[in-house]
Every structure is written in C-alpha cells, then in structure tokens.
C-alpha cells in the first residue's frame, strides 16, 4: 500500500465536518423545543393530582365530621399532606362547607373547588368548567 493513498484518505475521512455538526445541532434543538415543554405540562398535571386528591381526602373528611356531629362548624381543613404548590384553604357553616386549592408559584392560576354536594370546579389559565379539568387546555 503506498502511503501517499493511505494519508489521502486519512485526511479526507477524518472527523465530521461543521456542517454535519450543525446538522446535529439543529436535531438536539428541534427535540428539545418540544420536549421542554412537554415535560412541563406533565409535571403540573402531577402537581393537580396532588391537590385534587388532597380536596377529595378532606371533602370525606368533612363529611365523617358531620355524621358524627350534625354540622360542619368547627371542621379543620388542615390536609394530612399538603399539595406542593398549593394553598388549601375552607369556608363552612352548619350546612354547607366550600373546600378550595389555589395554585402558587408555577401553578398561579389554577383554582379547584369542592362542595358539600360533591360540586366540583376548576379555573386554569387556559379553561375552566363545573369538573376538576387536569390537562392543560381541557374542558368537562
């Protein structure tokens, strides 16, 4: 084998060019815009999981309350686990109770409510309805 071929094609087979690394670049960019934004959306679902489940534990809550008592006077909404980027808060009388969880943080304006007659609703930046809406532009 003659040396002279043998550097020729060393030298031109010899690593990518800039365009091929562009090229790959462009590829993990493309990706990554949809990716991102998907996974956000993903981890907020997660997050409204946690505070619609934590409005169903305390709407039983409130309702083993007034078996035993007759009225929802006197009923504490502190939630065994508190959502994440959640505020629970309660509003109540002898007959009536509204449970709420408003979004804080990355979650700002998401709002879910729970009644005594199992009403539920929910606002999010981009919809609401009479049901708890867990997707990002979903409706009841």
């Known amino acids: 084998m003659d040396c002279r071929e043998f550097n020729c094609r060393l030298n031109s087979d010899s690593g990518f060019s800039l365009i091929e690394l562009m090229i790959a670049v462009a590829i993990i960019g493309v990706l990554s815009a949809i990716a991102v934004p998907a996974y956000q ?19 039983t809550r409130a309702e083993q309350w007034f078996a035993d ?11 065994t686990q508190a959502p994440a980027k959640f505020t629970v808060t309660c509003a109540s009388d002898v007959n009536t109770y509204t449970l709420t969880a408003t979004g ?5 304006g998401y709002l879910y409510t ?7 609703s929910s ?12 997707k990002n532009g979903g409706s009841c």
């Open 41 to 59: 959306d993903y981890v907020k679902r997660g997050q409204i999981t946690e505070a619609t489940s934590t409005l169903s534990e305390l709407r």
């Open 69 to 79: 008592r007759r009225t929802y006077v006197g009923f504490s909404c502190t939630p």
């Open 104 to 108: 804080t943080g990355q979650m700002d």
């Open 114 to 120: 729970i009644n005594e007659t199992n009403a539920k």
């Open 123 to 134: 606002t999010t930046p981009n919809s609401s309805g009479a049901c708890w809406i867990t």
